[in-house]
């Protein structure tokens, strides 16, 4: 896909690798010193987010990689 990915870690699952992820700033969390959050959009679809779900409406259950590649068919990139 072009260029190296960042790797970056799930709040949801834990994991450390280069797949979409949903980026949630938190600049005005009570406790200001937070960490933006970073989940899979599979784990936090699964955690309830409309945004999350809607994006990965059509691509079949796919992550990682070959969600990558379904973005890159569809054109549309992870939000993050």
Do not use: K
Request: glycine share 12%.
């Amino acid at each position: 896909m072009g260029a190296e990915r960042p790797q970056r870690y799930c709040d949801g699952c834990s994991e450390v690798d280069d797949h979409p992820r949903h980026i949630i700033g938190v600049a005005n969390h009570p406790s200001q010193d937070r960490s933006p959050e970073q989940w899979h959009l599979d784990c936090h679809a699964a955690h309830g987010c409309d945004s999350c779900a809607a994006r990965l409406a059509g691509a079949s259950g796919r992550t990682g990689a070959e969600l990558m590649a379904h973005f890159a068919e569809q054109r549309v990139g992870d939000h993050g």
